[in-house]
């Protein structure tokens, strides 16, 4: 009996090995990225200063006639096993997941010198992460992490779009032909 009891509970935590695997959506960068500002200056018309792409930030200005509008929307989702199951299920004592938690964000980012657009971006950055009976994430640590991914996603953007943009404010700045 005890032998069976002791076989019962090794399959139990091969089970629970098996099952707690995690996969994250979004990985975390190994270094933080190289943050320089955009070749364009610009003021931030619309939007917190604060939670802004860190390229973008780092290209305002007060006396410009190029103005950036951004924005940042968050979702959030949930998944649960059902309690039923998950109360009869041995494995969920050993900490096996017992569903997740995710946060989706999206961002958009408006470039514009006068009636202009000179760019517009969008992206899109969704984090999830499993729970268990003994730990879960809190929405505030996801919706960071969210964020922080979605702001990068923006920032990759303005980098490869930098040399149009450069062009683009250039042509703008430069007086216009005289009219005949």
Not at 11 to 40: E, K, M, N, R, Y
Not at 49 to 55: G, K, Q
Not at 88 to 105: E, H, I, K, N, S
Not at 128 to 153: F, G, I, N
């Amino acid at each position: 009996m005890f032998r069976r009891l002791g076989l019962a509970l090794s399959l139990v935590a091969f089970a629970a090995t098996g099952c707690s695997v995690q996969q994250q959506s979004v990985s975390a960068p190994s270094a933080a990225p190289v943050v320089h500002p955009l070749p364009i200056k610009g003021r931030l018309i619309d939007g917190d200063p604060a939670e802004l792409p860190p390229a973008v930030a780092a290209s305002l200005a007060r006396d410009t006639p190029v103005t950036f509008s951004y924005r940042e929307e968050l979702t959030h989702d949930e998944y649960h096993l059902p309690m039923l199951v998950t109360a009869l299920d041995p494995v969920t004592y050993v900490g096996a997941p017992l569903g997740d938690y995710g946060v989706t964000a999206f961002a958009s980012l408006s470039i514009v010198a006068g009636d202009r657009i000179l760019g517009d971006y969008t992206a899109k950055a969704h984090v999830s992460k499993s729970y268990t009976l003994y730990s879960q994430p809190t929405h505030q640590e996801l919706e960071r992490e969210a964020r922080e991914a979605v702001r990068e996603k923006i920032d990759q953007k303005l980098y490869q779009d930098s040399a149009r943009l450069a062009q683009a404010a250039a042509t703008h700045a430069a007086p216009a032909p005289p009219s005949q």
